[in-house]
């Protein structure tokens, strides 16, 4: 059994910079193909980055150039940096892994098969 745990978010201005973090534990998430999703208020869940096993990373184009992912294998640890942040980043981020070969898309839903509770994030301006 895979859980996810998400932390790290808060509340942050507008501009600022937030770092989240996902651990694992029950398996090493260096098998895992990883992404992180969000749930803006009132909406629905929308992906925001996949990252591959390797360390190769895609962004939905509303974060780009502002968001980073990076895992550290060693750890268990899954990094999402989140700067120049502004009013429609903030939303519930969920951690989300599958340990199987991707059939789906990186952005889509249905491809991961394990979920964290979530961690909120509030920018305020």
């Known amino acids: 059994q895979v859980e996810l745990v998400e932390s790290g978010g808060g509340s942050v201005q507008a501009g600022g910079s937030l770092r989240l973090s996902c651990t694992g534990s029950?398996?090493?998430?260096?098998?895992?193909?990883m992404a992180w999703f969000r749930q803006p208020p009132g909406k629905e869940l929308e992906v925001v980055s996949g990252?591959?096993?390797?360390?190769?990373?895609d962004y939905r184009d509303a974060v780009k150039g502002r968001f980073t992912i990076s895992r550290d294998n060693t750890k268990n640890m899954l990094y999402p940096q989140m700067n120049n942040v502004n009013l429609e980043d903030s939303a519930m981020y969920y951690c989300?892994?599958?340990?199987?070969?991707?059939?789906?898309?990186?952005?889509?839903?249905?491809?991961?098969?394990?979920w964290g509770q979530g961690t909120q994030v509030t920018v305020s301006s």
């Open positions: 989300a892994a599958t340990p199987f070969v991707p059939s789906l898309p990186w952005d889509q839903q249905r491809r991961y098969d394990y």
């Open positions: 990252i591959t096993r390797d360390g190769s990373a």
């Open positions: 029950g398996y090493a998430l260096s098998s895992y193909w």
